[in-house]
């Protein structure tokens, strides 16, 4: 299995603050890089998706990608409550289009 | 519509059973996964399959299978369940570009007693 790397957290943030979640990965043929949000009990949800390096950003979401380093992470701004979910980072290596998940990180948002 | 949808949402079987997974993908995507999830939230892949090709995680007891009857369907099948086998399992479906997301479906919660 290629290794995808994520802190596990728990992350806390207070409302309002900036949440920032980081991921690298082993394969150096990875080719796409997804970030996924999963509330308890239900399916992971697509956050945001970046294929080439540099900033992507998505109204309070932004993700980087640095191929170089082998680095993905996520930034939220203005986190809210709603945010509170577990964060998973995902690589497709193109070949066999394989998606490889880390363990994920817990993000609390502090009311 | 439901473009991932799989059944049961929850299974509770003995040990030494045989159970079926049901998946089913209306979005027309190409390949499609099982994936279990284990306690730690940690999604890992089992299998993905895109009517061509079958790729097998080789850390997958052969007590799993999966089985396609056709493009949008990939079932799981277990044989003689054990306590280890008690997760939540995903079923998900991309297209094969490799640059489009997987979507997931609801996943079904194994518990075996």
């Known amino acids: 299995q290629k290794e995808v790397e994520q802190n596990s957290g728990p992350l806390s943030v207070p409302e309002g603050a900036i949440a920032s979640l980081n991921c690298t990965y082993s394969?150096?043929?990875?080719?796409?890089f997804f970030w996924y949000r999963q509330y308890s009990g239900k399916s992971p949800e697509l956050i945001m998706s970046?294929?080439?390096?540099g900033d992507k950003e998505d109204g309070r979401f932004t993700a980087q990608l640095n191929k170089a380093s082998q680095y993905v992470s996520l930034l939220i701004r203005d986190s809210q409550p709603s945010d509170s979910a577990t964060y998973l980072c995902a690589v497709n290596v193109h070949t066999g289009n394989q998606f490889y998940f880390g363990t994920g990180t817990s993000l609390t948002v502090i009311p | 519509d439901t473009a991932v949808s799989q059944t049961p949402k929850y299974l509770v079987t003995q040990m030494g059973n045989d159970k079926s997974i049901k998946c089913e993908q209306n979005l027309g995507h190409d390949t499609m996964y099982w994936y279990k999830q284990d306690s730690k939230k940690f999604l890992k892949i089992m299998f993905s399959?895109?009517?061509?090709?079958?790729?097998i995680n080789e850390t997958v007891p052969n007590r799993f299978s999966p089985k396609s009857p056709d493009k949008a369907h990939l079932n799981l099948h277990i044989n003689s369940l054990e306590l280890g086998d008690s997760a939540v399992y995903f079923c998900a479906s991309s297209q094969a570009t490799g640059e489009t997301e997987a979507f997931f479906g609801q996943g079904t919660r194994l518990t075996v007693v």
């Open positions: 399959y895109n009517n061509k090709e079958l790729i």
């Open positions: 394969d150096r043929v990875s080719q796409s």
């Open positions: 970046i294929y080439s390096n």
